[in-house]
Structure formats: structure tokens, C-alpha cells
């Protein structure tokens, strides 16, 4: 069992940067890969970025591809999403996803457990 908890949200200009935390309480954390999703108001959750259980292989959606950096730390339970050119259209609230069943990133089913989300809006 692994319960996982974002932090770092917050309200930010357009272009500025922010980095968000997923901290997990749980032996398995290292043994699982992770994935971040967000959700906007009025639409279905989207994938956003994945890694590995060792993080050396990362995976991104198009839409954040060369902005967004995920990473993680599993010494310290904590993965990462750093986030820079935010534009308006990354308003969302961003949620940590992580589980044993995950086959490929993007697909949401594979992930057993989820954090309560933080919210990130990028005023234009």
C-alpha cells in the first residue's frame, strides 16, 4: 500500500516555472513506476508524464514535452514534476499517480494509487 501526497501547487504567470512534489509513505514506492495526470475544469484527466521505478526512462505527453521534467528520488519517497514556460492552458489540478500494474504510462487503469491532487493556475 502506498498513499502519495502532491504539494507545490500554486497560482503563477504565464512562462514562469513551478515544481511540484509527490511524497509517498510506503516501502513499495521504489518498486513502482509513477506517473503525473491533471485534470481542468470541465475536462477528462489527461496523462501528463511517466518514469520508471529506477527513473531512467521518462515518457511525456506532447502537450508538455520540453517543458515539463519528471523525476524522482526514491531514497526519499519523493518524485517530481518540474514545470517551466507554464502557459494557460496547463491550469489543472496535477495529480501523482503510482501502482504494479502500470504497462504503459499514459494509461491511467494501471495505477492503483492516487494522490488528492494540488492545484497549478498559470494566469495569461
Known amino acids: 500500500q502506498v498513499q502519495l501526497v502532491e504539494s507545490g501547487g500554486g497560482l503563477v504567470q504565464a512562462g514562469e516555472s513551478l515544481r511540484l512534489s509527490c511524497a509517498a509513505s510506503g516501502r513499495a514506492f521504489s518498486t513502482y513506476p509513477l506517473g503525473w495526470f491533471r485534470q481542468a475544469p470541465g475536462k477528462e484527466r489527461e496523462f501528463v508524464a511517466g518514469i520508471n521505478r529506477a527513473g531512467a526512462v521518462t515518457y511525456y505527453a506532447d502537450s508538455v514535452k520540453g517543458r515539463f521534467t519528471i523525476s524522482r528520488d526514491n531514497a526519499k519517497k519523493t518524485a517530481y514534476l518540474q514545470m517551466s514556460s507554464l502557459k494557460p492552458e496547463d491550469t489543472a489540478i496535477y495529480y501523482c499517480?503510482?501502482?504494479?500494474?502500470?504497462?504503459?504510462?499514459?494509461?491511467?487503469?494501471?495505477?492503483?494509487?492516487w494522490g488528492l491532487g494540488t492545484q497549478v493556475t498559470v494566469s495569461s
Open positions: 499517480a503510482a501502482g504494479p500494474r502500470v504497462t504503459t504510462f499514459d494509461s491511467a487503469r494501471g495505477y492503483d494509487y
